[in-house]
């Protein structure tokens, strides 16, 4: 027979529920503050290390780094500007090939595929993403870069040559193969990300034009896509700041030649792919410091693409929880 | 242009018995008349539209297979059991083997989930509870650190963990590898618990529990699914990461357990002996891609389904 | 037993007895002196102290510090050393930072970047030596093209365009040169491999040394850039009309075509151990300080040759390390050459050795102590 009364038992319960989480509500505040405390401090010291470290040479470099175009360790003069070119080159390759493909690959999972194919296909294309980018690097090199100097160069310049922007010999490896390997790469991002977007737009929507008549393409045109245009602009400009970033795959398949390419059919370098192959060799003074400048001024480039894209994605798509939104 | 077997009227021209100048019948009339005869143009831009985004799809498809089919091709004839198992041994030995990179791939990833699960989880909490200028702040500052070049990022871990340790480590390649984890980890913890339903959390509360207890006790379990997909894609992005490994823990020939000495990885056996003149490093180079590639699809797809899985159950 | 009473010469066949026991005795002393030259070599080896030894630098030592180690350690199970093959910019960074217990150079240190050693005075010695092969992909066009330092200048400085130039037709009477464009490929990575190609073209074209100039990544004219030795071979072997330098066993192992070179004597040369050995024989005094062997004189000397470097701190802070260290540079600058000369590498010479042992007998251990000879 229990001796206990009900307020002992009572009180025992408290007790151990006290013990099991000594925080009280304040303290928890607390340390949830504190964890993100740290948080917020590892980004501001990943700013402040790059500044530290860089900063002999944005004093050496001055604005030559982003205005000159000689990059020259043995004379100790770094101008960066044609890597900073052949980012945006490669980018804009990039994003010229896989925005029109990623949002009619987006439409086309969300609306033109059978319903119970949408997932399986979905998952497909984003392990396109899920493929490490040596592995592009390796495959661009090995199997497109022929492929590109022996057929799809030639082509280009004999039946485009007329533009002016396929002069040179053909040699495979270049920014060309460079933008299509990002595009690649990028292409998951945007089809994702669009078809996330496009799925939230409301059913009754879509439903109404199609009773107005529309065919089913004037849906799409006419209302998903006009709806869904800042959430399909923040995708492109998040896949853009993924090819300015990307570093391995371009690193092997672009070339590595320090200056500004003529045509598309030339070499060049990016600002990642300058940092990977110069990194571990920077001896001569100023250069280790002038490639973390350069590191900086791609950290600065991709925050500003980057945080600005999410912005624009997350206010279109902030209505639906646990949309994997990347 | 006009056809009048199309009246979508279904019936009669009105216009002959009611005398020919109504204005609205006439109008009526031309309308349907334009609709009819653009209908068949509509019709084809449709049909070519659907077929062109169909076809981007599948040209989104293609070169994700030509990459599989390539890497297999190239990488099931390097796998054997020597493969798995043994070392490296110099060009032109046979019998060599990746298993120190397996283990240091391994090793590497585990301790960089160990730095970035509690931090993400934790952050993930703090701004599934708050949506103040702090959390704001937070969340963008996530979106920054998730566009951060990989190689910035390894240049970061090596100027905090390398120079300062004073030699090259595996410890540092796992602090790199944590910070591209974290913001993956700190979203889908955040949109988690964000999930778990509010009487849930409210139950917890209303039975005497301190807000940590319930966190700990009731939210967490609950929004597990959730923050394990998660952790299950952040590992599978940093696991095919190279480029923080660089300047990091920057390979070995040798099995190695301690974190503070350099440490072989795959990624770094496919990007240095991958264009190898001797066929036997590029065999190994392929074998070590299609185990990488192996691992990390399984861990992306076990995310996906068990994030779907939570979505159906969820509601 | 012998009968010593009985002169020597013996007179007539020696009795079966005596047979015997001469042979017994050969065997008995054969045994002997083997087994104790194994008992030496293994306690040697046995007693070495157990060390992980980082090195970090050179991809022209690569091939040869991956077989050479592989082999010490089943000499010597108790020191692995793991070696990064970063460049010798990085080789000397991770020196200089004291992060790696050797580091190995294609380039020694200058004073400037001696001055930066933040573990205390270095020793910079010679580890192996080789030549670098100047490889073309020309279908059609066997091995062994002429050219001379100041054409080959001038393709890399962009002034020789196609290979049909009369300047390289001249050289080459009789060969069928193609309209091709030569497409020259150079290291994308700071190297010393770089700065020893760069040396040898600043020594024979002005136009290169007022321009470019020497040093391990220099602003490259033309060119297309591939990573590593590796790097360069594959783009060498993928683009037809390419010309690119790559370390001679590099150029071996992919079968490329390379071309002869005239030496300071006016012969064209093709690399070879032998060519790139009389090259370095010419200068014996080679000193860290005074290290280029480039176009040195001999009718047999290949011109485009020089040494490898290891970098090592005469004051170690650990006793193990520092005598495993020690033992391991001895092994790999004597017996470990072997395994040089089976990947094309040249041996050192002998004087270069002894210059080499002179100056590992120097480091020392945390108590002052020679550690190549201490005890563990």
């Not at chain 2, 190279?242 to 040798?254: E, V």
């Not at chain 3, 930066?116 to 100047?134: N, R, Y």
Request: positive net charge.
């Amino acid at each position: 027979m229990s001796t206990t009364t009900a307020t002992e038992k009572t009180s025992r319960i408290e007790r151990a529920g006290r013990l099991q989480s000594r925080l009280s509500d304040p303290g928890y505040r607390w340390l949830l503050l504190v964890v993100a405390g740290v948080f917020g401090a590892l980004l501001l010291a990943i700013l402040i290390a790059l500044v530290l470290q860089a900063r002999p040479a944005l004093v050496h470099d001055g604005l030559g780094l982003i205005t000159s175009t000689r990059w020259d360790p043995v004379h100790a003069h770094y101008g960066a500007l044609s890597m900073v070119v052949g980012t945006l080159i490669t980018t804009a390759i990039a994003l010229v090939l896989a925005v029109p493909l990623g949002l009619g690959t987006a439409v086309a999972l969300a609306t033109y595929v059978p319903r119970r194919l949408r997932t399986p296909l979905s998952v497909l294309v984003e392990l396109l993403a899920a493929v490490p980018s040596v592995v592009f690097g390796l495959w661009g090199l090995l199997v497109v870069a022929p492929w590109f100097a022996g057929s799809l160069e030639p082509w280009l310049k004999s039946a485009f040559g007329f533009l002016g922007i396929f002069n040179g010999t053909p040699i495979g490896i270049g920014v060309l193969l460079a933008g299509v390997i990002l595009a690649i790469m990028i292409l998951p991002t945007m089809a994702a990300i669009s078809r996330d977007v496009i799925i939230a737009i409301p059913r009754d929507q879509r439903e109404g034009a199609s009773a107005l008549g529309a065919t089913s393409w004037q849906v799409v045109s006419g209302v998903v896509l006009p709806s869904a245009r800042s959430g399909i602009l923040g995708a492109g400009v998040l896949a853009a700041g993924r090819a300015m970033g990307e570093t391995i795959a371009v690193t092997m398949v672009i070339g590595n030649t320090d200056s500004i390419p003529h045509s598309l059919l030339g070499q060049g370098q990016t600002m990642a792919s300058l940092i990977a192959n110069e990194f571990t060799e920077a001896t001569e003074p100023f250069h280790l410091s002038s490639l973390i400048a350069v590191g900086l001024l791609l950290l600065v480039i991709s925050a500003l693409v980057n945080g600005g894209a999410r912005l624009m994605v997350r206010s279109i798509a902030r209505s639906a929880p646990g949309v994997g939104v990347l | 242009m006009s056809s009048p077997s199309l009246d979508p009227g279904g019936g009669r021209d009105f216009e002959g018995s009611f005398g020919a100048s109504d204005p609205i019948l006439s109008r009526r009339a031309e309308v349907q008349r334009t609709a009819a005869s653009q209908l068949v143009r509509r019709k084809v831009t449709s049909r070519v539209a659907v077929f062109l985004c169909r076809a981007s799809l599948v040209a989104a498809l293609v070169p994700l297979v030509a990459v599989l089919a390539y890497t297999i091709r190239r990488g099931v004839s390097a796998w054997s059991v020597a493969f798995f198992t043994h070392l490296p041994t110099p060009a032109g030995i046979a019998g060599g083997g990746v298993s120190n990179a397996i283990i240091g791939t391994l090793i590497i990833d585990f301790f960089a989930a160990l730095m970035a699960v509690p931090l993400g989880v934790g952050v993930g909490l703090f701004l599934s509870q708050s949506n103040g200028k702090v959390a704001y702040v937070l969340r963008f500052g996530a979106d920054v650190l998730a566009g951060i070049p990989s190689i910035v990022i390894g240049i970061f871990a090596y100027a905090v963990l390398v120079v300062t340790l004073k030699h090259f480590s595996a410890i540092a390649g796992s602090f790199g590898l944590a910070v591209i984890m974290l913001p993956t980890v700190t979203r889908a913890s955040e949109v988690a618990i964000r999930g778990v339903p509010r009487d849930v959390t409210e139950a917890g509360l209303a039975l005497g529990g301190h807000r940590a207890h319930v966190a700990r006790r009731v939210v967490l379990p609950a929004a597990l699914p959730g923050v394990l997909t998660g952790v299950l894609l952040g590992i599978a992005r940093a696991a095919g990461e190279t480029a923080p490994l660089l300047f990091t823990a920057i390979g070995s020939q040798f099995t190695s357990y301690n974190v503070l000495h350099p440490m072989a990885a795959m990624p770094l056996i496919v990007y240095f002996d991958g264009i190898q003149a001797y066929p036997d490093l590029q065999k190994a180079a392929w074998g070590t891609a299609l185990a990488l590639i192996v691992i990390v699809f399984v861990l992306s797809v076990g995310g996906r389904v068990l994030s779907s899985r939570v979505r159906r159950s969820v509601g | 037993m012998l009968n010593l009473n009985r002169p020597y010469p013996p007179r007539g066949r020696l009795s079966f007895r005596t047979r015997v026991a001469i042979a017994t005795s050969a065997l008995v002393v054969a045994g002997i002196s083997s087994t104790a030259g194994v008992a030496l070599a293994a306690s040697n080896d046995l007693s070495t102290p157990k060390a992980n030894l980082t090195g970090a630098g050179s991809t022209f030592d690569q091939p040869f510090f991956t077989l050479a180690f592989y082999d010490y350690y089943k000499l010597n199970a108790n020191v692995t050393v793991a070696y990064a093959s970063i460049g010798s910019g990085g080789g000397i960074a991770q020196f200089q930072a004291n992060t790696v217990n050797f580091g190995a150079s294609d380039v020694p240190m200058a004073a400037s970047d001696l001055a930066k050693d933040t573990g205390g005075p270095a020793l910079q010695i010679p580890v192996d030596l080789g030549g670098e092969a100047i490889s073309y992909n020309l279908p059609g066009i066997k091995s062994g093209l002429h050219l001379t330092g100041a054409v080959l200048a001038d393709i890399f400085l962009g002034k020789i365009k196609t290979w049909n130039d009369s300047a390289i037709t001249k050289l080459n009477p009789g060969v069928d040169l193609p309209k091709l464009g030569i497409t020259v490929v150079h290291r994308s990575d700071g190297s010393g491999t770089t700065y020893i190609f760069t040396n040898y073209l600043a020594v024979v074209s002005k136009a290169w040394a007022s321009g470019p100039g020497v040093g391990k990544s220099p602003n490259w004219p033309v060119g297309v850039g591939g990573k590593g030795n590796e790097g360069v071979a594959g783009s060498v072997s993928e683009i037809k009309g390419a010309i690119g330098y790559v370390e001679l066993d590099y150029a071996l192992e992919n079968k490329f075509s390379f071309a002869a070179m005239q030496n300071a004597a006016g012969k064209f040369v093709l690399p070879s151990i032998r060519t790139v050995a009389a090259d370095a024989a010419q200068k014996p005094d080679v000193t860290p300080t005074d290290f280029p062997i480039v176009n040195e004189p001999g009718a047999a000397s290949y011109p485009i040759s020089g040494y490898s470097w290891a970098l090592v701190y005469v004051k170690q802070t650990n006793t193990d390390v520092a005598i495993a260290l020690a033992r391991t540079l001895d092994w790999l600058t004597h017996a470990g050459q072997a395994d040089a000369k089976s990947l094309y590498y040249v041996p050192l010479p002998a004087n270069i050795q002894d210059l080499a042992r002179i100056d590992i007998a120097k480091i020392l251990t945390p108590a002052g102590t020679e550690a190549l000879t201490a005890s563990s």
